[in-house]
Protein backbone atom coordinates (compact mmCIF):
# COMPACT_ATOMS: atom_id res chain seq x y z
CA UNK A 1 0.00 0.00 0.00
CA UNK A 2 1.34 3.50 -0.80
CA UNK A 3 2.87 5.80 1.72
CA UNK A 4 5.92 7.03 3.35
CA UNK A 5 8.37 4.06 4.03
CA UNK A 6 10.61 5.39 7.04
CA UNK A 7 14.60 4.08 6.92
CA UNK A 8 16.03 4.78 10.32
CA UNK A 9 19.95 4.04 10.06
CA UNK A 10 21.52 3.01 13.46
CA UNK A 11 24.41 0.83 11.95
CA UNK A 12 27.36 3.23 12.40
CA UNK A 13 30.03 2.53 14.51
CA UNK A 14 29.42 5.45 17.01
CA UNK A 15 33.29 6.52 17.36
CA UNK A 16 33.33 9.40 18.06
CA UNK A 17 30.54 9.01 21.04
CA UNK A 18 32.11 6.08 22.41
CA UNK A 19 29.39 4.16 23.06
CA UNK A 20 26.45 2.77 20.82
CA UNK A 21 24.18 6.00 19.54
CA UNK A 22 21.33 3.53 19.47
CA UNK A 23 21.11 3.14 23.21
CA UNK A 24 21.58 6.49 24.71
CA UNK A 25 18.69 7.65 26.55
CA UNK A 26 16.75 10.36 25.31
CA UNK A 27 13.82 11.26 27.49
CA UNK A 28 12.56 7.76 29.04
CA UNK A 29 13.48 5.69 26.26
CA UNK A 30 16.64 4.49 24.43
CA UNK A 31 17.37 6.73 21.36
CA UNK A 32 16.76 3.82 18.90
CA UNK A 33 13.18 3.56 20.54
CA UNK A 34 12.06 6.99 20.45
CA UNK A 35 12.81 7.63 16.92
CA UNK A 36 11.06 4.65 16.33
CA UNK A 37 7.96 5.86 18.26
CA UNK A 38 8.11 9.24 16.32
CA UNK A 39 8.24 8.25 12.87
CA UNK A 40 4.78 5.59 13.99
CA UNK A 41 3.22 8.84 15.44
CA UNK A 42 4.39 10.70 12.49
CA UNK A 43 2.32 8.06 10.32
CA UNK A 44 5.44 6.91 8.52
CA UNK A 45 5.00 3.21 7.77
CA UNK A 46 5.98 0.50 7.60
CA UNK A 47 9.50 1.43 8.97
CA UNK A 48 12.92 -0.56 7.88
CA UNK A 49 15.66 -0.40 10.88
CA UNK A 50 19.37 -1.08 9.16
CA UNK A 51 21.70 -2.31 11.99
CA UNK A 52 25.30 -3.14 11.34
CA UNK A 53 27.59 -2.01 14.49
CA UNK A 54 26.86 -4.01 17.69
CA UNK A 55 23.74 -5.27 15.65
CA UNK A 56 23.41 -8.12 18.54
CA UNK A 57 23.27 -5.53 21.18
CA UNK A 58 20.95 -2.94 19.74
CA UNK A 59 18.58 -5.60 17.96
CA UNK A 60 16.55 -6.16 21.38
CA UNK A 61 15.64 -2.95 22.05
CA UNK A 62 13.63 -3.45 17.93
CA UNK A 63 10.72 -5.04 18.68
CA UNK A 64 9.93 -6.12 15.03
CA UNK A 65 5.76 -6.37 13.91
CA UNK A 66 4.40 -6.62 10.46
CA UNK A 67 5.25 -2.69 9.96
CA UNK A 68 8.66 -2.71 11.13
CA UNK A 69 11.65 -4.80 9.73
CA UNK A 70 15.13 -4.77 10.75
CA UNK A 71 18.07 -5.79 8.36
CA UNK A 72 21.29 -5.92 9.17
CA UNK A 73 24.13 -4.51 7.06
CA UNK A 74 27.45 -6.50 7.15
CA UNK A 75 29.19 -4.20 4.92
CA UNK A 76 28.58 -0.62 7.38
CA UNK A 77 32.22 -0.48 8.36
CA UNK A 78 32.39 1.18 3.93
CA UNK A 79 30.09 3.93 4.73
CA UNK A 80 26.36 5.17 5.41
CA UNK A 81 25.38 4.76 1.45
CA UNK A 82 25.72 1.07 2.29
CA UNK A 83 22.66 1.04 4.98
CA UNK A 84 21.35 3.28 2.89
CA UNK A 85 20.94 0.98 -0.09
CA UNK A 86 20.16 -2.11 2.00
CA UNK A 87 17.72 -0.14 3.60
CA UNK A 88 16.20 1.18 -0.17
CA UNK A 89 16.64 -2.32 -0.98
CA UNK A 90 13.61 -3.36 1.33
CA UNK A 91 11.17 -0.64 -0.31
CA UNK A 92 8.37 -1.94 -2.16
CA UNK A 93 8.07 -0.09 -6.09
CA UNK A 94 4.67 2.17 -5.61
CA UNK A 95 5.40 3.84 -2.48
CA UNK A 96 4.84 7.55 -2.40
CA UNK A 97 8.08 8.44 -0.37
CA UNK A 98 11.05 7.08 1.20
CA UNK A 99 11.99 8.85 4.30
CA UNK A 100 15.31 9.08 5.36
CA UNK A 101 16.46 9.55 9.15
CA UNK A 102 19.86 8.68 10.96
CA UNK A 103 19.22 7.20 14.90
CA UNK A 104 21.89 10.69 16.07
CA UNK A 105 19.03 12.88 14.36
CA UNK A 106 16.04 12.91 16.68
CA UNK A 107 13.31 14.55 15.68
CA UNK A 108 9.73 15.15 17.19
CA UNK A 109 6.85 13.29 15.80
CA UNK A 110 5.35 16.60 14.83
CA UNK A 111 8.25 17.79 13.06
CA UNK A 112 8.45 14.09 10.85
CA UNK A 113 4.75 14.67 10.21
CA UNK A 114 4.89 17.99 9.07
CA UNK A 115 7.42 16.90 6.70
CA UNK A 116 5.85 14.15 5.39
CA UNK A 117 2.20 16.11 4.97
CA UNK A 118 4.37 18.92 2.78
CA UNK A 119 5.65 16.07 0.89
CA UNK A 120 2.44 14.00 -0.12
CA UNK A 121 0.83 17.80 -0.63
CA UNK A 122 3.26 18.58 -2.83
CA UNK A 123 4.19 15.67 -4.99
CA UNK A 124 7.68 17.31 -5.06
CA UNK A 125 10.88 14.44 -5.55
CA UNK A 126 12.20 15.49 -2.70
CA UNK A 127 11.12 17.32 1.02
CA UNK A 128 13.25 18.07 4.09
CA UNK A 129 13.22 20.90 6.53
CA UNK A 130 15.31 23.93 7.31
CA UNK A 131 15.60 26.16 9.65
CA UNK A 132 16.78 29.73 9.56
CA UNK A 133 17.26 28.89 5.87
CA UNK A 134 19.44 25.55 6.25
CA UNK A 135 18.77 22.33 5.34
CA UNK A 136 17.69 19.35 8.10
CA UNK A 137 16.33 16.08 8.40
CA UNK A 138 14.53 13.81 7.34
CA UNK A 139 14.26 13.76 4.07
CA UNK A 140 12.02 12.04 1.78
CA UNK A 141 12.77 10.69 -1.89
CA UNK A 142 10.07 10.25 -3.99
CA UNK A 143 9.22 6.43 -5.04
CA UNK A 144 10.41 7.13 -8.48
CA UNK A 145 13.87 7.83 -6.94
CA UNK A 146 14.10 4.37 -5.74
CA UNK A 147 16.63 3.06 -8.72
CA UNK A 148 18.74 6.26 -8.28
CA UNK A 149 19.29 5.52 -4.39
CA UNK A 150 19.91 2.57 -5.04
CA UNK A 151 22.82 3.81 -7.53
CA UNK A 152 24.67 5.71 -4.73
CA UNK A 153 28.33 5.48 -3.32
CA UNK A 154 30.29 6.88 -0.73
CA UNK A 155 32.32 8.05 -3.75
CA UNK A 156 29.51 10.15 -5.39
CA UNK A 157 28.50 12.21 -2.11
CA UNK A 158 25.92 9.34 -1.59
CA UNK A 159 22.76 11.36 -1.98
CA UNK A 160 23.83 14.54 -2.62
CA UNK A 161 24.19 13.32 -6.16
CA UNK A 162 20.47 12.43 -5.95
CA UNK A 163 19.18 15.56 -4.36
CA UNK A 164 22.48 17.48 -6.90
CA UNK A 165 19.90 16.03 -9.88
CA UNK A 166 16.79 17.22 -8.90
CA UNK A 167 17.58 20.79 -7.70
CA UNK A 168 14.28 22.26 -9.51
CA UNK A 169 12.03 19.82 -7.57
CA UNK A 170 12.83 20.32 -3.94
CA UNK A 171 9.95 20.92 -1.26
CA UNK A 172 11.49 22.87 1.44
CA UNK A 173 9.22 23.19 5.32
CA UNK A 174 10.61 25.84 7.43
CA UNK A 175 10.61 25.40 11.12
CA UNK A 176 10.94 27.24 14.28
CA UNK A 177 13.11 24.68 15.80
CA UNK A 178 16.72 24.25 15.87
CA UNK A 179 16.37 20.56 16.64
CA UNK A 180 15.62 19.88 12.36
CA UNK A 181 19.69 20.55 12.26
CA UNK A 182 20.62 18.44 15.36
CA UNK A 183 23.18 15.62 14.83
CA UNK A 184 24.34 14.12 18.07
CA UNK A 185 28.13 13.16 16.83
CA UNK A 186 29.77 13.88 20.29
CA UNK A 187 28.99 13.02 23.82
CA UNK A 188 29.25 16.87 24.01
CA UNK A 189 26.59 17.13 21.24
CA UNK A 190 24.70 14.56 22.94
CA UNK A 191 24.45 16.32 26.17
CA UNK A 192 23.84 19.79 24.77
CA UNK A 193 20.97 18.36 22.50
CA UNK A 194 19.12 16.53 25.65
CA UNK A 195 19.40 19.82 28.10
CA UNK A 196 17.71 22.10 25.19
CA UNK A 197 15.77 19.41 23.03
CA UNK A 198 15.41 16.46 25.17
CA UNK A 199 11.71 15.27 26.16
Do not use: C
Amino acid sequence: MPGITAILLAAGESSRMGQPKPLLPWGDLPLIQYQLASLSEASASPIVVVLGHNAEDIAPYVESSPTLQTVINPDYAEGKTTSIRLGVSQVRDDVDGILLLAVDQPRPADLVRRVIEEHLRSGALITHPTYNGRGGHPIIFAGSLKGELLAITEEQQGIREVVGHHQDNIRTVAVESPIARVDLNTMDDYESALREFGP
